[in-house]
């Protein structure tokens, strides 16, 4: 087993979960670049340990059983455990999405990459983060799918988003399965939270976003390192506990 803490981060070839990557790598830790696109993955894993990263890519589709189950057996065998998941890889399907209009595809294609495949993740990595001396999932979510925000008096296009069938329930849908986890896992040393890592240029938005990745990326990589004892079934951004 190696001594370093091992950290999986999805969707960390570019934007928030690369800085994540960046951000962990920085702290010590030795990271696995989820990617699905191998020349995307492998560039990353580059620029990471050229920046003194102990990164490795890992094939990695979120939709995919068979792509999910091959990383979890390349991090058995490299590391043996896990220290940190955390479930970053995301998609909009494109918006804004009327609710008179999204198409079923849409709908199914978000939820199937942004809920049910951090369920799949998760549950193929759970068995080495059970190996593992302090465990930590982290989902990384969005305010936008703060129900409290969205129907909030007065709120703005900046802190709710666009008209969202498909992305915003996406992430409604991850924090109730987030706050599920944590329910069933409360007996255990395993600590599992939402995060929102503020409006970010990313390609998810056309860089319209407000915030750097490495800022976007702190309250994941707070969250990927809690103490012992501290919270689960959570949601937070860098300001403190956002509203369900
Ligand atoms: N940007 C914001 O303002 C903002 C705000 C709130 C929450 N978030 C959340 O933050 C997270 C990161 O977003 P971002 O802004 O950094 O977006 P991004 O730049 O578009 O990056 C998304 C990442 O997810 C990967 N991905 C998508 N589908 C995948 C799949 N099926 N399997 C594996 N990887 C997949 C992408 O890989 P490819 O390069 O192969 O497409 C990419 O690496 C997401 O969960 C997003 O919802 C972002």
């Avoid at 010590?28 to 990263?53: C, I, M, N, Q, T």
């Avoid at 079923?104 to 998760?122: A, K, S, Y």
Wanted: with cysteine; glycine share 10%.
């Amino acid at each position: 087993m190696t001594e370093s803490k091992i950290a999986l981060v999805t969707g960390a070839n570019k934007g928030i979960g690369y800085e994540i990557a960046a951000g962990l790598g920085a702290l010590g830790w030795s990271v696995g670049v989820g990617a699905r696109d191998e020349h995307r993955r492998e560039a990353a894993v580059e620029k990471l340990r050229a920046a003194g990263v102990d990164a490795f890519g890992v094939p990695l589709d979120v939709t995919d059983d068979a792509s999910v189950t091959a990383a979890a057996r390349l991090l058995r065998e490299r590391a043996g455990r896990l220290d940190a998941l955390v479930n970053n890889a995301a998609i909009t399907g494109g918006v804004p999405q009327h609710p008179t209009a999204v198409s079923p595809q849409v709908l199914r294609t978000v939820v199937e990459t942004n809920v049910i495949g951090v369920v799949r993740v998760t549950n193929a990595m759970l068995p080495l983060l059970r190996r593992a001396a302090s465990p930590r999932i982290v989902n990384m979510s969005s305010g936008v799918g703060s129900l409290t925000r969205q129907t909030e008096a007065g709120a703005s296009e900046l802190t709710i988003g666009p008209l969202s069938a498909a992305y915003s329930p996406s992430k409604t849908f991850l924090n109730a399965v987030t706050i599920q986890y944590a329910k069933e896992l409360r007996d255990t040393n395993i600590l599992i939270n939402a995060a929102c890592p503020g409006y970010v240029a990313t390609d998810l938005n056309g860089f319209r976003g407000v915030r750097t990745p490495e800022q976007g990326a702190a309250v994941a990589i707070r969250l990927a390192t809690l103490p012992d004892g501290g919270p689960t079934g959570s949601f937070f951004e860098d300001a403190g506990v956002v509203p369900w």
